[in-house]
């Protein structure tokens, strides 16, 4: 089996019932990936996209929880690798959670329970995930991220704060595993349409490329890094040129 192949791995993606989540999910089906989908409150989607693997003849399965709950991460991962057949070798941390406001009115439940989906939940699944990952010598993560996670963004401080944590973990996780055929990686995108996250206030003249991003091109970024396994420690914008570094 090459970097590009694969087929037959086993993923859990979380935030399935999104934008992108739909998007990344056509992706892995296409893939041969194994998937569970992981969902919190529109099961539809995700149970779709799980309908639509097995018509393709790969195993899927829709998960449902809460990533604000702790004990979460640890059940999607055994119930992911119990419906599948396996442990998790693919883990995508897509799910994200904000409201916009200004953070004058941010109170302490809107902010634990921002950091506690877009932060908290993505270290404890890798947390989980990596050392099998390791010990098996083939393991990919992906934290989604943004690009509010250098700029500050405009959706709020909870989110920024958020995005901002998702690469200081990938700083640390990366090096920690990658003798080990493990490669832990961010993609931040901004002002993706069709998603909840694209602020009510967004203007597509703002972008060099003068248009809103696609789910399915955030999609094709996130295969080609899951493919790679010499790309490691990296955070990647998807931002249509409106942040060059």
Do not use: C
Not at 17 to 34: E, M
Not at 170 to 188: D, K, Q, Y
Request: glycine residues 12%; without cysteine; negative net charge.
């Amino acid at each position: 089996m090459t970097d590009l192949d694969l087929s037959g791995k086993v993923a859990l993606l979380t935030g399935a019932s999104g934008g992108i989540g739909r998007a990344l999910g056509g992706r892995l089906i296409a893939a041969g990936v194994k998937t569970a989908f992981a969902y919190s409150a529109h099961p539809d989607a995700a149970e779709q996209l799980a309908a639509e693997a097995q018509d393709a003849g790969v195993a899927a399965v829709a998960l449902a929880g809460d990533l604000a709950d702790p004990a979460v991460p640890e059940r999607l991962l055994r119930e992911a690798a119990d419906a599948l057949g396996g442990p998790v070798d693919i883990l995508i941390a897509n799910a994200g959670h904000a409201l916009q406001q200004d953070y004058t009115d941010l109170d302490l439940e809107a902010w634990d329970r921002t950091l506690a989906i877009n932060l908290r939940a993505p270290f404890l699944l890798a947390q989980q995930a990596l050392p099998g990952m390791a010990e098996r010598g083939f393991g990919r993560v992906l934290f989604m991220s943004s690009a509010a996670a250098f700029t500050g963004g405009i959706v709020g401080a909870d989110y920024a704060a958020s995005k901002a944590g998702l690469h200081g973990l990938t700083h640390f996780l990366a090096p920690r595993v990658a003798s080990r055929g493990v490669t832990v990686n961010a993609l931040a995108p901004t002002l993706i349409a069709d998603t909840a996250m694209l602020p009510r206030n967004a203007d597509p003249r703002a972008l060099p490329v003068g248009r809103f991003g696609r789910p399915e091109e955030v999609a094709d970024m996130a295969l080609a890094v899951l493919r790679n396994g010499y790309l490691t420690n990296q955070v990647l914008s998807l931002d249509g040129g409106a942040h060059p570094r």
